[in-house]
């Protein structure tokens, strides 16, 4: 019974930073790669950041240079470190994870950038 829960999303003012967190229960689930995604009203949900097993990370574009993903494997728990908010970072942040070929979601956090 593999679970995903986001955490730490919330309202900050544009220039602010977050660390959301993505932690996998149970204790013992290690995953292949996690991926962030976000979805913003009326958009289509949007890949964010990767993070594999072996450590490799990779970001879109938008997000490069302001977003870290990181892991803490004594945790269970993927985090992203969002830097230098902007206005269009607003949404809903998902965490996804592969393990053995099957895929799991969380229940999103919310981030909301004020101006």
């Known amino acids: 019974q593999v679970q995903l829960v986001e955490s730490g999303g919330g309202l900050v003012q544009a220039g602010g930073f977050l660390r959301l967190s993505c932690a996998a229960s149970p204790s013992t689930f290690r995953f292949n790669a996690i991926r962030w995604y976000r979805q913003a009203p009326g958009k289509q949900r949007e890949w964010v950041a990767t993070i594999t097993d072996t450590g490799s990370t990779n970001y879109v574009d938008s997000v490069k240079g302001r977003f870290t993903i990181s892991r803490d494997d004594a945790k269970n728990t993927v985090y992203l470190q969002i830097n230098s908010l902007k206005s269009e970072d607003t949404a809903v942040y998902y965490c996804?994870?592969?393990?053995?070929?099957?895929?799991?979601w969380g229940q999103g956090t919310q981030v909301t950038v004020s101006s």
């Open positions: 996804n994870a592969l393990q053995g070929g099957f895929t799991y």
